[in-house]
């Protein structure tokens, strides 16, 4: 639904429901920190990263004529079928129910440590593209001073 959305707010808010369903997944199999991280760091964090920049260069949905057909749901019809053939793939395998919790199953402090040791690299190269998004985000929503602000 994100992707056929005319209004960017509300492609961002079914993108929102998709991490949402994401985080969903990630529980059930197993990834509760995982998940959690999904809605604080995508649906939380990043989305609001991207309302505020729609916010700010008022992207208002532009008046497109609509696309012929079948043509245009034609690549939602794709990814659905892709998606519903990959969970039916995924519930006719079910990796979990012949056994216990699998040994990739990671605790919050080992995931913690893992992410501040090993990849404590990765985690502040993140970080920084977050800081400069949003550095970004100032610069272009910030007002001309040659115009005289109000």
Same mark, same amino acid.
């Given at each position: 639904?994100?992707?056929?959305?005319?209004?960017?707010?509300?492609?961002?808010?079914?993108?929102?429901?998709?991490?949402?369903?994401?985080?969903?997944?990630?529980?059930?199999?197993?990834?509760?920190?995982?998940?959690?991280?999904?809605?604080?760091?995508?649906?939380?964090?990043?989305?609001? @990263? +991207?309302?505020?920049?729609?916010?700010?260069?008022?992207? &208002?949905?532009?008046? !497109?004529?609509? *696309? $012929?057909?079948?043509?245009?749901?034609?690549?939602?019809?794709?990814?659905?079928?892709?998606?519903?053939?990959?969970?039916?793939?995924?519930?006719?395998?079910?990796?979990?129910?012949?056994?216990?919790?699998?040994?990739?199953?990671?605790?919050?402090?080992?995931?913690?440590?893992? @992410? +501040?040791?090993?990849?404590?690299?990765?985690?502040?190269? &993140?970080?920084?593209? !977050?800081?400069? *998004? $949003?550095?970004?985000?100032?610069?272009?929503?910030?007002?001309?001073?040659?115009?005289?602000?109000?």
């Amino acid at each position: 639904m994100s992707v056929t959305r005319r209004n960017p707010v509300h492609a961002v808010i079914y993108l929102v429901l998709g991490f949402f369903a994401l985080a969903l997944i990630f529980y059930l199999l197993g990834a509760p920190l995982i998940a959690a991280w999904e809605v604080i760091v995508y649906a939380g964090a990043i989305m609001v @990263l +991207f309302l505020f920049i729609i916010m700010i260069l008022q992207l &208002a949905p532009q008046d !497109l004529p609509a *696309a $012929a057909g079948y043509g245009r749901w034609l690549p939602a019809l794709l990814l659905g079928g892709t998606i519903a053939a990959c969970s039916v793939l995924l519930i006719m395998t079910d990796p979990l129910a012949s056994s216990r919790l699998p040994s990739f199953y990671a605790a919050p402090r080992a995931f913690g440590q893992a @992410l +501040f040791c090993h990849y404590a690299l990765a985690v502040e190269a &993140a970080s920084l593209q !977050l800081l400069f *998004a $949003a550095v970004g985000a100032w610069y272009i929503g910030r007002p001309d001073s040659r115009k005289g602000s109000k």
